[in-house]
T-cell receptor, first 115, second 115 residues
Framework: DGGITQSPKYLFRKEGQNVTLSCEQN?????MYWYRQDPGQGLRLIYY???????QKGDIAEGYSVSREKKESFPLTVTSAQKNPTAFYLC??????????????FGDGTRLSIL | AQSVTQPDIHITVSEGASLELRCNYS??????LFWYVQSPGQGLQLLLK??????LVQGIKGFEAEFKRSQSSFNLRKPSVHWSDAAEYFC?????????????FGKGTMLLVSP
């Protein structure tokens, strides 16, 4: 079945450590997104990419970095500059060919906690 | 800037009763509108979307939503709630153009279903 795989499901970070969250999709989607979810805050956009080797900052990009070297993959690095990284992180993708009102599809998320 | 307001943080409904979750948006033109549902620890699943045409849209799991331009609303309804509908519901808005890239999400409404 096609879908979006996020790994790991749970991740722990020590102070001053960078960690990378994986997001892989086999939906052949061009666009991919990273969101951060905190209780009562809804989803906030961190970064998005509409095509390989290109990405844009979202609303809360500080302390995060991404790469888009392959169409299927959009890893998110939470750097030590992100002072409050504890959150639930969601990856999404969207097709951009054919009908242009396609919705975003989501992975099952990674929960990041500070040790 | 576009925004989405979900006025109810929590709603409790008896099983078998009808449900209406409110969503108001602010956007300068006709938007794309979406409703997503999220079970605890999971990603978001698309319930339905509106982009044009009939203002009453049908979705999965027996949900429907009505777009009311004059009220800038896109309320989600279900005639008879089941215990399995207990989850968090998110309304989202995106710009209606061929290159829409990002969505703005509301902060969510948590639905509790009582026996």
């Amino acid at each position: 079945d096609g879908g979006i795989t996020q790994s790991p499901k749970y991740l722990f970070r020590k102070e001053g450590q960078n960690v990378t969250l994986s997001c892989e999709q086999n939906l052949n989607h061009d666009a991919m997104y990273w969101y951060r979810q905190d209780p009562g805050q809804g989803l906030r956009l961190i970064y998005y990419s509409q095509i390989v080797n290109d990405f844009q900052k979202g609303d809360i990009a500080e302390g995060y970095s991404v790469s888009r070297e392959k169409k299927e993959s959009f890893p998110l690095t939470v750097t030590s500059a992100q002072k409050n990284p504890t959150a639930f992180y969601l990856c999404a993708s969207r097709g951009t060919t054919g009908t242009w009102h396609q919705p975003q599809h989501f992975g099952d998320g990674t929960r990041l906690s500070i040790l | 800037a576009q925004s989405v307001t979900q006025p109810d943080i929590h709603i409790t409904v008896s099983e078998g009763a009808s449900l209406e979750l409110r969503c108001n948006y602010s956007y300068g033109a006709t938007p794309y509108l979406f409703w997503y549902v999220q079970s605890p620890g999971q990603g978001l699943q698309l319930l339905l979307k509106y982009f044009s045409g009939d203002t009453l849209v049908q979705g999965i799991k027996g949900f429907e939503a009505e777009f009311k331009r004059s009220q800038s609303s896109f309320n989600l309804r279900k005639p008879s709630v089941h215990w399995s509908d207990a989850a968090e519901y998110f309304c989202a808005v995106g710009p209606m153009n061929s290159g829409y890239s990002t969505l703005t999400f509301g902060k969510g409404t948590m639905l509790l279903v009582s026996p």
